[in-house]
């Protein structure tokens, strides 16, 4: 008997610790527009502490920076990506992907999971207004089909150290 019940036990544990990943809804596509510059980041001011940044690429992947906490200004920031993370490659809901098809773009990316939580996507849209910023008016919670009006300016910052967009998830 408590061998049974220490089983069921390794077995939920097992389960509820594994990686599950709701497929992303957009297909991996090369951006051809050059509406965007690619050779830095891109980020928005969350509030007064917070931003958000990205990293557009090329081939259509999009690397999270993260919400870096700004003491310094974009000097913080730098230095947060001029490092190389290896388990960056290994998490997967900082990687996305995005598409632009005229002056819209399109960015497909994962909610930071909760515990035992399947990786869930969320899909950004909004309007290139030049090739240094973009704005995103809305966004879709694919799990609930939730819909939130948003209006976050994303502005461009050169960096010389982009992180590679290998990793395990988008291939």
Same mark, same amino acid.
């Given at each position: ?19 599950? %990943?709701?497929?992303?809804?957009? $297909? ?39 919400? @870096? ?21 290994? &998490? ?17 990316? #994962?909610?930071? @999971?909760?515990?035992?939580? !399947? #990786?869930?996507? #969320? ?5 290139? *207004?030049?090739?240094? $910023?973009? *704005?995103? &008016?809305? %966004? ?5 089909? !939730?819909?939130? &009006?948003? %209006? ?10 982009? @992180? ?5 998830? *988008?291939?």
């Amino acid at each position: 008997m408590v061998r049974t019940i220490f089983c069921c036990v390794i077995f939920i544990l097992i389960v509820s610790c594994s990686v599950r %990943r709701q497929l992303p809804i957009l $297909q991996l596509e090369e951006n051809n527009s050059e509406r965007l510059l690619l050779n830095g980041y891109y980020y928005t001011k969350l509030d007064s502490v917070f931003f958000d940044v990205i990293f557009l690429y090329k081939n259509g992947i999009v690397y999270q920076g993260g919400n @870096p906490r700004i003491k310094e200004g974009f000097k913080d920031i730098d230095d947060t990506f001029s490092k190389s993370y290896v388990n960056d490659k290994k &998490t997967g809901y900082i990687w996305g992907l995005y598409i632009v098809e005229g002056k819209n773009i399109t960015i497909e990316r #994962y909610l930071t @999971p909760i515990y035992a939580e !399947k #990786y869930q996507t #969320y899909v950004d849209k909004g309007h290139i *207004i030049n090739e240094r $910023q973009f *704005i995103i &008016t809305s %966004r879709k919670y694919i799990k609930t089909g !939730k819909l939130e &009006t948003r %209006r976050d300016t994303f502005n461009f910052r050169p960096f010389s150290t982009k @992180p590679d967009s290998t990793n395990n998830f *988008i291939k």
